[in-house]
């Protein structure tokens, strides 16, 4: 089993900047695909970024390209910096794992779900 957990969300004005960070314990595996997705009140949950743990290919939504980048920052963490927030940002933020070298977009590419946090960007 793999467990998840996500930090640093928080409230934030338009603009400003944000850093998630999401923790991976337990299972320990050599190639593995770390993303981000968010929930938004009422929509559907949509996928945001996506890193290859092996190659370090980067997978980025069209919504916040050029906004947020997605990295590694340690042996079984990711990071997620947000730039130029936008209202619209505004969602529960997930990360997720997949058993796979290959960068999904889908809910249903990943096995593992954190529980979540949330992400509030105010006007």
């Known amino acids: 089993q793999v467990q998840l957990v996500e930090s640093g969300g928080g409230l934030v004005q338009a603009g400003g900047s944000l850093r998630l960070s999401c923790a991976a314990s337990?299972?320990?595996?050599?190639?593995?695909?770390l993303g981000w997705f968010r929930q938004a009140p009422g929509k559907e949950r949509e996928f945001v970024a996506a890193i290859s743990w092996r190659s370090g290919s980067t997978d980025y939504a069209d919504s916040v390209k050029g906004r947020f980048t997605i990295s590694r920052s340690n042996a079984k963490s990711t990071v997620l910096q947000m730039n130029s927030l936008k209202p619209e940002d505004t969602a529960v933020y997930y990360c997720?794992?997949?058993?796979?070298?290959?960068?999904?977009?889908?809910?249903?590419?990943?096995?593992?779900w954190g529980q979540g946090t949330q992400v509030t960007v105010s006007s």
């Open positions: 997720a794992a997949d058993y796979s070298s290959t960068l999904g977009r889908r809910s249903a590419d990943y096995d593992y």
């Open positions: 337990g299972r320990t595996f050599t190639s593995y695909v």
